[in-house]
């Protein structure tokens, strides 16, 4: 996929078996990240990223830009996503610090890659806002044995199921004909781009304004967060 070795990628994911649903907030995010960052490249990177088009929460007006990359399959990502991006949102994004920017970087066969062209059609079709209600409630469902082993978990009738959760049924239609012509392809294949580039091997992976994020804690995410709002 896109310059990504898939093996690797499965390797990083899989450090991660580990994880206790329950844990201490304000320990979750060392743990998704310790992992995850022995085989991320560590060198500040000069890539220039373009947000425009890309689903985020938080101010336009927010200097500071805060990159996820994620795999709607990852059960690494379904755990920062119920228990990580409430606390960065509160803290760095509702305070105007931040914007979050998610990405897409499906590496879990077919079923990340479907989910991952599925949310894109929802963000084109029916805007931001659903995204994130799509977004959240996708990763709610995530079934406890979403593996890379099984596939077809995501297929169709399971993706229009989790729209219809968070859209009325008349919009399902303008998704679905998005989806089959094949347009969200290309939004996903920018996300692998960047992926490739700044040298994503495992999700959930963290950037501010670029540069990877290596720390283990919120308050590492903040630090990191107030020096590139200084830097502006």
């Known amino acids: ?52 088009g890309q689903p985020f929460l938080g101010k336009k007006s927010a200097s500071v830009s805060i990159i996820e990359f994620g795999d709607y399959k990852c059960p690494n990502c379904k755990n920062f996503a119920a228990n990580v991006v409430p606390l960065i949102q509160k803290d760095l994004v509702d305070t105007g610090k931040a914007k979050l920017y998610f990405f897409n970087d499906p590496f879990i066969y077919v079923d990340s890659t479907r989910s991952a062209k599925f949310a894109e ?13 799509f977004h959240e409630t996708l990763y709610k469902k995530q079934p406890e044995d979403s593996n890379a082993e099984k596939t077809d978990l995501y297929d169709e009738k399971f993706l229009v199921a989790t729209l ?54 919120l308050d590492d995410l903040t630090s990191m967060v107030n020096k590139a709002a200084k830097g502006k």
């Open 1 to 52: 996929m896109a310059n990504k070795s898939t093996k690797n990628k499965s390797q990083s994911s899989s450090k991660f078996t580990f994880w206790i649903i329950g844990i201490i907030a304000a320990f979750i995010l060392g743990f998704i990240f310790l992992g995850n960052h022995s085989k991320t490249v560590q060198k500040a990177s000069k890539e220039t990223i373009d947000y425009s």
């Open 121 to 133: 059609a929802v963000y084109h079709e029916l805007g931001n806002d659903t995204f994130w209600k």
């Open 164 to 217: 219809k959760e968070a859209a009325p049924n008349a919009d399902v239609n303008k998704v679905l004909d998005y989806f089959h012509a094949n347009k969200a392809d290309a939004a996903v294949n920018k996300d692998l781009g960047y992926a490739a580039k700044l040298g994503v091997t495992g999700t959930p992976t963290i950037f501010v304004d670029g540069k990877p994020f290596t720390g283990t804690t």
